[in-house]
């Protein structure tokens, strides 16, 4: 019984830790947000950059082995003529994921398995040519 309560302890400490290093995170300056034509990205102290849906070539997820207390799921727009990125932590990330799901045949299955990577990956979702499937 002292067991499963120190394991019921040690649980909520480290959910309690992530909790408060989520809120501490300064990856939430970040901002991202989109519209009907673009899809936006503004760093603390930069221009914003955009990335116009028409010319997105590519999409993609990195993954690297420094999480979970330090941004460790990166996120990649590509058009012709260079890449947005941003952090999963960021400010609107989520609401921008739903639209990236819009496109069609976004390979999801890919974006499970980055999802659940402990190690420094690159997982192609999206790209004009078709070679995410």
Not at 20 to 26: F, I
Not at 94 to 111: A, D, F, K, T, V
Request: net charge negative; aromatic share 10%; glycine share 6%.
């Amino acid at each position: 019984m002292f067991d499963l309560i120190l394991s019921l302890l040690a649980k909520f400490k480290l959910k309690k830790s992530a909790e408060k290093a989520g809120q501490a995170s300064p990856y939430a300056a970040v901002k991202v947000w989109f519209d009907e034509d673009y899809a936006h990205v503004r760093w603390p102290e930069k221009e914003p950059q955009s990335v116009a849906w028409s010319e997105l070539i590519g999409v993609a997820v990195e993954t690297t082995d420094q999480g979970p207390f330090v941004e460790d799921v990166w996120w990649h727009l590509a058009t012709k003529n260079g890449v947005v990125t941003y952090p999963s932590e960021a400010t609107g990330a989520g609401e921008l994921l739903r639209r990236l799901q819009e496109i069609p045949s976004l390979n999801n299955e890919r974006l499970i398995q980055a999802m659940a990577s402990t190690s420094n990956q690159m997982f192609l979702l999206w790209d004009h040519e078709g070679r995410h499937k």
